[in-house]
């Protein structure tokens, strides 16, 4: 691919063994994302969005492992990585931050300290050097007084301010690509709509990439340039996001679409898709989301591959929605 | 305030109690002895008197910083367990060193590799250290590193020396290889308790969302154990161990007996023996007001250990 690709995931499958056989929570899944592009991944819990953002950082804790695929990074395959080869580029190339703020911070450490160790690791810098840099970051996450809250301990913030700090934290070093995992969902919806500004202006500013992961399409639709749809650990469509949201091809996409609150009328019933995720250690053969789907049909029963049908999108189904558009 | 209380209920338990065991004089006076002596030795030790009225001498004294004279050295009590006091002091804070420097990488090692083959020997250590009993391990131990071996000392305390204003057989040669084996058999089964411990710390906090945030910080595994982990798995342990602390001193007496220590635990289990009530009174009552004090020291502790419990001054 071109040089503009930051990250490109090929194949990628990582597993989890259990007595009853691996789970198999992202399974062959190819990515790519842009410099300074933004990129949805959507799904509903258990979709293996998480587990993907996982794989990317490295972060997939045993007995997990990546057994398949590759994560082209700047170039490099990072399955190949040591430890130290990882280290070296988490917190400094690629940043994660998490859903939860208020368990993402060591309960017993200043707040100063967590972040000025996040800089120490990757640069020989001096603490007073680190901490003018720390303060920047902080008055440009929004904190105010932030020569006090240096100071302070995790529980005198509250959760927004909270991740806040881990949204400061992680544009330290200025990566290259932020993956964030559902970062406003644990938090008030006012909370969330200042993050979720702040995080795009923030990383427009400085040209990072972000991969955005959540099981709210709306708060996607908000942010992301690009959509991927995933689906029992594999993508099913992705595309532009205007136009993925107008004209869905995958019938989960549409699916979810539908369910979306603000798409019902007043005094309507919330429409949701039947059935649930299928057990991931034992997936049909075909299509995983034929059962649901009311458009099935016999020709479901073979795994269909993802199909590009433009430059810029993508569907993984035998029987595509909006086909003319 | 409470503390008072629970003192004073102490003292009225022990008191009563002991006054069931049996009759001291038997044992202070010859069995040969005239009756007339024997009531003049009851009348001298004030034992002739109602109970109540012995409580109240007792309690009118203690208040007075007074706990009674014992019947066998016919010294005031406290100041046989004052000289008694550093012996078991250094006993206990040795085995605590001891317990610490052995048990606390071992469990945290077990901690975060749960699953390997090192973990589960430690673990398998750790419940022999629980449920091998102290005196027999002692005495396996004098056996082998005594009378087999030669290497250390049976029994006693060895030569002390001052240091900065201590005096301690920590100090000289010969007193740490008195020490050697009454600590490390009295730390033992602290040793296996710290071990589960941090295992069981370690295993929680690791798996914590800030441990993979420090993680995705690009942070060495060793910055990660020493700046995230321990202080967070520290706050249980000094917790327990504040409060073990207490039991290492109260209930030495095990050890302090089969190495022939010279501390406090000998000197109680002597004077149950003898029943030399008011050391054995004293001795009660001191543990007690050492369980309160550590209690004491363990909530302050645990305040400059956890911000959590600091008092709150500023808001939220």
Redesign the interface.
């Known amino acids: 691919m071109t040089g503009n690709k930051i990250l490109s995931i090929q194949g990628l499958r990582t597993e989890f063994p259990t007595p009853h056989g691996p789970i198999v929570a992202v399974n062959g899944v190819d990515l790519e994302v842009a410099r300074g592009e933004v990129l949805g991944i959507v799904g509903e819990s258990g979709s293996g969005k998480t587990v993907l953002g996982l794989s990317a950082?490295g972060?997939i804790d045993l007995p997990g492992k990546v057994t398949a695929g590759r994560i082209l990074f700047g170039g490099q395959d990072l399955t190949r990585h040591t430890?130290a080869q990882w280290?070296?580029?988490?917190?400094?190339r690629m940043?994660?931050v998490?859903q939860?703020p208020t368990?993402?911070?060591?309960?017993?450490?200043r707040i100063g300290?967590q972040m000025i160790?996040?800089l120490q690791?990757?640069r020989d810098i001096s603490k007073d050097a680190a901490k003018r840099i720390v303060l920047e970051a902080m008055v440009r996450v929004g904190i105010n007084s932030p020569e006090e809250r240096l100071l302070?301990?995790p529980?005198?913030?509250?959760g927004g301010m909270r991740q806040r700090v881990?949204i400061a934290?992680?544009l330290l070093n200025e990566p290259d690509l932020i993956i964030a995992d559902e970062p406003t969902t644990a938090l008030d919806v006012t909370v969330q709509a200042q993050i979720l500004r702040d995080v795009r202006r923030l990383c427009q500013d400085a040209g990072t990439a972000l991969i955005w992961v959540s099981h709210d399409l709306g708060v996607v639709a908000q942010i992301a340039h690009r959509v991927a749809v995933m689906y029992a650990g594999r993508i099913v469509e992705q595309g532009i996001t205007n136009r993925l949201l107008k004209t869905p091809s995958h019938p989960y996409t549409a699916g979810l679409i539908a369910s979306m609150p603000t798409n019902a009328k007043r005094g309507e019933r919330l429409r949701s898709i039947p059935g649930g995720l299928p057990q991931l250690s034992n997936l049909p053969v075909g299509c995983a989301f034929a059962p649901r789907c009311a458009q099935a049909s016999a020709a479901c029963d073979v795994l269909p591959e993802l199909v590009s049908t433009s430059a810029e999108h993508a569907v993984r189904c035998v029987s595509p929605l909006n086909e003319a558009a | 305030m409470q503390s008072v209380v629970v003192l004073f209920v102490m003292s009225l338990i022990v008191f009563s109690m002991i006054n069931l065991v049996g009759d001291p004089v038997d044992m202070l006076v010859n069995p040969e002895s005239l009756p007339d002596e024997i009531e003049r030795v009851r009348r001298d030790f004030g034992l002739d008197q109602p109970v109540y009225i012995q409580y109240w001498k007792f309690l009118t004294g203690a208040l007075s910083g007074d706990l009674g004279n014992s019947f066998v050295f016919g010294r005031p009590a406290l100041t046989l367990m004052a000289e008694r006091f550093p012996a078991t002091l250094e006993l206990a804070v040795s085995a605590l060193i001891i317990a610490v420097m052995i048990g606390l990488p071992l469990g945290v090692y077990a901690g975060l590799r749960p699953d390997g083959l090192g973990a589960r020997f430690i673990m398998g250590l750790s419940v022999l250290g629980i449920s091998i009993p102290t005196f027999w391990l002692g005495l396996m131990m004098i056996i082998l590193f005594s009378v087999i071996l030669g290497w250390l000392p049976v029994s006693g305390r060895g030569e002390t020396a001052v240091f900065l204003g201590i005096e301690s057989s920590m100090f000289t040669l010969d007193g740490l290889k008195h020490l050697a084996m009454p600590a490390t058999n009295l730390a033992l089964f602290k040793i296996a308790m710290v071990m589960r411990l941090a295992r069981a710390g370690t295993t929680e906090v690791m798996a914590q969302d800030f441990i993979r945030f420090a993680r995705a910080k690009g942070l060495s595994s060793r910055r990660i154990v020493r700046a995230h982990l321990m202080p967070n798995i520290l706050i249980p342990i000094v917790t327990v161990l504040g409060i073990e602390f207490g039991t290492l001193i109260a209930f030495a007496t095990v050890t302090e007996s089969i190495f022939a220590w010279p501390g406090l635990g000998k000197l109680v289990i002597d004077a149950i023996v003898n029943l030399d009530r008011p050391i054995v009174v004293a001795y009660l009552l001191f543990v007690v007001a050492l369980f309160l004090v550590l209690n004491l020291v363990v909530d302050i502790i645990y305040a400059v250990l956890d911000p959590r419990v600091r008092l709150q001054g500023d808001e939220g």
């Not at chain 1, 280290?87 to 400094?92: D, E, F, T, V």
């Open positions: 950082m972060l430890e280290q070296a580029i988490r917190g400094k940043a994660m998490f939860d368990t993402s911070l060591n309960p017993v450490q300290a160790e996040a690791a990757h302070s301990y529980h005198q913030f509250s881990v934290t992680a």
